[in-house]
């Protein structure tokens, strides 16, 4: 186990107060699968290189399941409802996603080796026979009746979107090789973001959609976050640097990205995640003027999940 930088937890909510983990997961140098927060560990998990994990926190602060791409090919799991490899093979280059259920159980979503979006988890395993475009990944996210909807670039180079929430065509355009984002807004509701084929960060939603103006970074892709009725996206700009972008504000961090690399946000966008250009995880709180470098290298290529990423 290495140690991370010092971070001060106390503004971050109570159940994560006193150093307690924040979640975030990542494919290290080595091609394991590391967790950590507080501190960081490996999981010994071997991962797919040029892909990335997801994690959902299904209790809060105390119970998290993460799901990658095995070095095996397969979709594996890991966490406390159980760990192993849940003998679905996915497309290579693909990283899977995985939501939090209203009733206290998971769902993920990925690109099948066939090409298609696949689900598993409480609400069952499902081909859903909407092809993805290739090299890109699905995003999900549960709803309030204990569903989940899931957003994809489509074959067509379309986003479209497959759940309780409703399945078919959004009718807008995605940049080829990035993928979409998707948190939901309350009842049966939710909000994307995705890079658009223009380059710029585009949202759609019951809480806002069209142009942020914000130009994003070719073969990256957004992560959108909502909290309190609001909500936020970090994003690699098309100068490499970590932007987040709300309502009425699209602020530059400042921040290098890795380039290829995409950031995640957690907390209503309190903590945010992201591949460093030494090849480091770091973890910024920019709202709180906390966070740094927090010595672990990361996996060329791979971007971390935190929760609701």
Do not use: C
């Amino acid at each position: 186990m290495i140690a991370a930088a010092a971070l001060t937890y106390a503004a971050v909510p109570a159940a994560y107060a006193a150093g307690v983990p924040f979640g975030v997961v990542f494919q290290g140098s080595n091609g394991d699968l590391w967790l950590g927060g507080g501190s960081f560990a490996d999981l010994g998990k071997g991962m797919m290189p040029g892909t990335s994990p997801a994690i959902a926190e299904l209790i809060n602060g105390s119970d998290f399941t993460e799901a990658f791409q095995g070095s095996n090919g397969d979709l594996w799991i890991v966490g406390s409802r159980g760990t192993g490899d849940q003998h679905l093979g996915m497309m290579p280059g693909t990283s899977p996603a995985i939501a939090r259920l209203a009733g206290g159980g998971f769902e993920v979503a990925f690109q099948a080796n066939t090409g298609s979006l696949w689900v598993t988890g409480g609400d069952g395993t499902e081909n859903t026979n909407l092809g993805m475009m290739a090299g890109t990944s699905p995003a999900i996210t549960g709803l309030a009746n204990d569903g989940y909807e899931a957003v994809i670039q489509a074959n067509t180079g379309f986003m479209w979107s497959q759940g309780n929430a409703g399945t078919g065509n959004l009718g807008v355009g995605m940049k080829a090789g990035t993928s979409p984002s998707i948190m939901a807004t309350g009842s049966a509701g939710y909000e994307a973001a995705f890079q658009a084929n223009t380059g710029n960060l585009w949202m759609l939603g019951p809480l806002v959609t069209g142009d942020t103006h914000v130009a994003m970074k070719a073969g990256t892709s957004p992560d959108i976050n909502v909290a309190n009725g609001g909500w936020e996206v970090a994003a690699q700009g098309s100068n490499g640097d970590l932007w987040t972008v709300g309502p009425g504000y699209a602020t530059d961090q400042h921040l290098a990205m890795m380039a290829g690399t995409s950031p995640a946000a957690v907390f209503g966008g309190v903590w945010l995640a992201y591949q460093g250009t030494n090849g480091h995880l770091w973890a910024e709180a920019p709202s709180l003027g906390q966070g740094g470098d927090q010595g672990v290298a990361m996996k060329a290529g791979t971007s971390p999940g935190v929760p609701g990423s």
